[in-house]
């Protein structure tokens, strides 16, 4: 069974330790800083199966626009994969801060993330458009700078 929690700033350690291991050996730490888990903790989550980090989301009001979250970073273990926890995470995010006065919510991937564009379409997140499309995508050029393009998607909450 797995136990659904608030994500405390002790989390730290084992979720950085299992983070370039689950995205396959690709360097991902440095997206992650030890600051979300200090200031962000009350809207961020993990899951966990017989004390085992198997799933995990960071997220966060906006400071300068309060009825918009942002969905920072969503991690699930390789084994635990096409489950459904990366949906209910996001399910109870969308609890967490609707009932905090949010009725916005975004966030964004990589264009090469086929997977994730697809996931976020499914829980009815809409593309942000662009002038820029790729195979039908929008894709917001150099977006976290140079080279690192990225698509966005917004979610208007009921």
């Known amino acids: 069974m797995f136990q659904l929690r608030q994500l405390l700033p002790s989390d ?8 370039n291991l689950w995205w396959g050996g690709r360097h991902m730490t440095d997206m992650l800083p030890k600051l ?7 809207t961020s989550l993990i899951m966990e199966k017989e004390g085992e980090l198997v799933a995990f989301l960071v997220g966060f009001i906006s400071p300068a626009c309060s009825e918009e ?10 084994d635990y994969r096409r489950q459904g926890l990366a949906g209910h995470l996001y399910q109870r995010f969308f609890d967490i801060v609707s ?3 949010c009725r916005t919510v975004r966030c964004l991937t990589s264009p090469s993330n086929r997977r994730s564009i697809q996931f976020h379409s499914r829980l009815g997140f809409q593309l942000i458009p662009s002038r820029t499309l790729l195979e039908g995508i ?6 976290d ?5 990225r698509v966005l998607f917004v979610k208007e909450m009921d």
Not at 138 to 143: G, Q
Not at 145 to 149: K, L, M, V
């Open 12 to 19: 730290y350690p084992a979720v950085i330790s299992v983070l």
């Open 36 to 42: 979300f888990f200090h200031h962000f903790h009350n």
């Open 69 to 78: 979250a942002y969905i920072h970073f969503v991690g699930v273990h390789p």
């Open 99 to 101: 009932k905090q006065g």
């Open 138 to 143: 929008p894709i917001h050029k150099d977006y």
């Open 145 to 149: 700078g140079p080279g690192r393009d």
